[in-house]
Nanobody
Framework: QVQLVESGGGLVQAGGSLRLSCAAS????????MGWYRQAPEKQRELVAN???????YYTDSVKGRFTISRDNAKNTVYLQMNSLKPEDTAVYYC?????????????WGQGTLVTVSS
């Protein structure tokens, strides 16, 4: 069984910062990629950022220059440092990981953490 546990969401004023963390646990042989998605009310879930095993990163255009994704492979943990937050960043943020467990590749999701940015 594989589990992703997120932390770090909360309420912040516009211009402020938050840091999200997501730790993977369980029978993990390897992790291909880890990332963050978000879903705002009445909107589709969108990919915010991800990072592959080799360190290559992707950011959606709206967060480039403000968010930084990083990964601690020894701890199976991914972080999302969010700076200069805007009200439009308000959403539930979900951690995602493509995990090699036993002989299978799993697409695992966290439970979500709410980020609210007030104007």
């Amino acid at each position: 069984q594989v589990q992703l546990v997120e932390s770090g969401g909360g309420l912040v004023q516009a211009g402020g910062s938050l840091r999200l963390s997501c730790a993977a646990s369980g029978r993990i042989l390897g992790i291909n990629s880890m990332g963050w998605y978000r879903q705002a009310p009445e909107k589709q879930r969108e990919l915010v950022a991800n990072i592959r095993g080799g360190g290559n990163t992707y950011y959606t255009d709206s967060v480039k220059g403000r968010f930084t994704i990083s990964r601690d492979n020894a701890k199976n943990t991914v972080y999302l440092q969010m700076n200069s937050l805007k009200p439009e960043d308000t959403a539930v943020y979900y951690c995602n990981a493509v995990i090699i467990a036993d002989l299978r590749t799993l697409n695992a999701w966290g439970q979500g953490t709410l980020v609210t940015v007030s104007s």
